[in-house]
């Protein structure tokens, strides 16, 4: 909560922060403070993100729905959920994710 009043984007993957490689199937709660005031613009907001896995073949990441919450600060914060699902895994076991949100969206 202290980050998203701050202006700074939270990412939550789940379960947990470490997926083993017997999942098939986990996800992703991006939260965003944001300018937007309709939930109608969240869908091309969730299309603009781009969520990159390294490796590329280890993990796929798939939009899925999307929220708009009003915020204790001032603005709302855009509730992304994204479907992680496992590939390739690397020989070390490690996959990153990387995470570059458009310009203009947060509200700071």
Known sequence: STLLE???PVA???P???LHSDYTNAS??????TRLLSAS????????IA?????????SVHFISAALR???HTGHVAHLW???RPGAPPADGRVRLSLSLPAGILPL
């Open 28 to 33: 992703l709660l991006l939260r965003v403070p």
């Open 6 to 8: 701050a202006g700074v």
């Open 70 to 72: 009003p915020a204790t």
């Open 82 to 84: 994204f479907s992680l």
């Open 12 to 14: 939550a993957p789940l």
């Open 51 to 59: 969520i990159d896995a390294f490796p590329p073949t280890a993990l």
């Open 16 to 18: 947990g922060p470490v």
């Open 41 to 48: 613009a969240l869908p091309a907001l969730a299309s603009t």
